[in-house]
T-cell receptor, first 110, second 115 residues
Framework: KQEVTQIPAALSVPEGENLVLNCSFT??????LQWFRQDPGKGLTSLLL?????REQTSGRLNASLDKSSGRSTLYIAASQPGDSATYLC?????????FGSGTKLNVKP | SAVISQKPSRDICQRGTSLTIQCQVD?????MFWYRQQPGQSLTLIAT?????????ESGFVIDKFPISRPNLTFSTLTVSNMSPEDSSIYLC????????????FGSGTQLSVL
């Protein structure tokens, strides 16, 4: 069964720092990988989706990469801001089945 | 993309009562999902809501506890029945969109507290 792991579970950084969040998965037979942001008590907002044939996707200050063969993805956040404080989750999919990591809780200090 | 309206956004309920959560999508979608997120944990799929037929429940979830309706391709409800404090969670409605990309979109969530 697919297992998705996110490390670290929590991260606290000063404003302006560049940072990397990690996501690993055990079964490389995925269709895509999606990164989400979740604010406390709220739903998930999609940030980036990488299809299995792609290596990376970029949106503004966010860049997500995918190495399917090694079962890894990273989310790079450039020039972090206090408004980036949230929990970031990754999810992999295959045949409309989705597997979520437990998230990385990010705190960006002013 | 899909825009999902989920209601209520939060509620505090008494033990033994039931709460119905509504999910409205701005476009027709085939696949709708209901997830539960217990405090500090990741998402667990409750069921897949199928239009015109009974929902498909995941292991550990039963229809008597979590009845689901899907009357059309834009709307679904999840009822949490006979609630106990262990049902305190965030409940999330999700739809599959993005064409062939298998992209998930989520509603804003319902934060439920059971006393």
């Amino acid at each position: 069964k697919q297992e998705v792991t996110q490390i670290p579970a929590a991260l606290s950084v000063p404003e302006g720092e560049n940072l990397v969040l990690n996501c690993s998965f055990t079964d490389s037979a995925i269709y895509n990988l999606q990164w989400f942001r979740q604010d406390p008590g709220k739903g998930l907002t999609s940030l980036l989706l990488i299809q299995s044939s792609q290596r990376e996707q970029t949106s503004g200050r966010l860049n997500a990469s995918l190495d399917k063969s090694s079962g890894r993805s990273t989310l790079y956040i450039a020039a972090s801001q206090p408004g980036d404080s949230a929990t970031y989750l990754c999810a992999v999919s295959n045949f409309n089945k989705f597997y979520f990591g437990s998230g990385t809780k990010l705190n960006v200090k002013p | 993309s899909a825009v999902i309206s989920q209601k209520p956004s939060r509620d505090i309920c008494q033990r033994g009562t039931s709460l119905t959560i509504q999910c409205q999508v701005d476009s027709q979608v085939t696949m709708m999902f209901w997830y539960r997120q217990q405090p500090g944990q990741s998402l667990t799929l409750i069921a897949t809501a199928n239009q015109g037929s009974e929902a498909t429940y995941e292991s550990g979830f039963v229809i008597d506890k979590f009845p689901i309706s899907r009357p059309n391709l834009t709307f679904s409800t999840l009822t949490v029945s006979n609630m106990s404090p262990e049902d305190s969670s965030i409940y999330l409605c999700s739809v599959l969109g993005g064409g062939r990309a298998e992209k998930l979109f989520f509603g804003s969530g319902t934060q439920l507290s059971v006393l």
